[in-house]
């Protein structure tokens, strides 16, 4: 079983910073692509920022320049750094990963996610 369990959500202020964490836990051999993704209230989930294994990352144009992708391989976690928030960056932020059970085999995952609320 494998599992993603993020973390770091919360109430801020416009302008303000966060900073998500997501971390994969359980029996698996690799995880490839982990990526974070969001869904604001009557709207479609939408790609937020992804990072390969090997640390090429790609942003959505809404938070280029704002937000920061990483990862820290050692620890099987994912992390987003929000900076300059905005009240459309409100939503629920999911984590997602791409990992391997089984030699060449590879399955998304998701978190159960973590709400980001911005007021203005």
């Known amino acids: 079983q494998v599992q993603l369990t993020e973390s770091g959500g919360g109430l801020v202020q416009t302008g303000g910073s966060l900073r998500l964490s997501c971390a994969a836990s359980?029996?698996?051999?690799?995880?490839?692509?982990m990526g974070w993704y969001r869904q604001a209230p009557g709207k479609q989930r939408e790609l937020v920022a992804r990072?390969?294994?090997?640390?090429?990352?790609n942003y959505a144009d809404s938070v280029k320049g704002r937000f920061t992708v990483s990862r820290d391989n050692a620890k099987n976690t994912v992390y987003l750094q929000m900076n300059s928030l905005k009240p459309e960056d409100t939503g629920v932020y999911y984590c997602?990963?791409?990992?391997?059970?089984?030699?060449?085999?590879?399955?998304?995952?998701w978190g159960q996610g973590t709400q980001v609320t911005v007021s203005s």
């Open positions: 997602n990963g791409e990992i391997s059970r089984y030699t060449g085999v590879f399955v998304e995952y």
């Open positions: 359980g029996s698996f051999l690799v995880i490839n692509g």
């Open positions: 990072i390969t294994s090997g640390g090429s990352t």
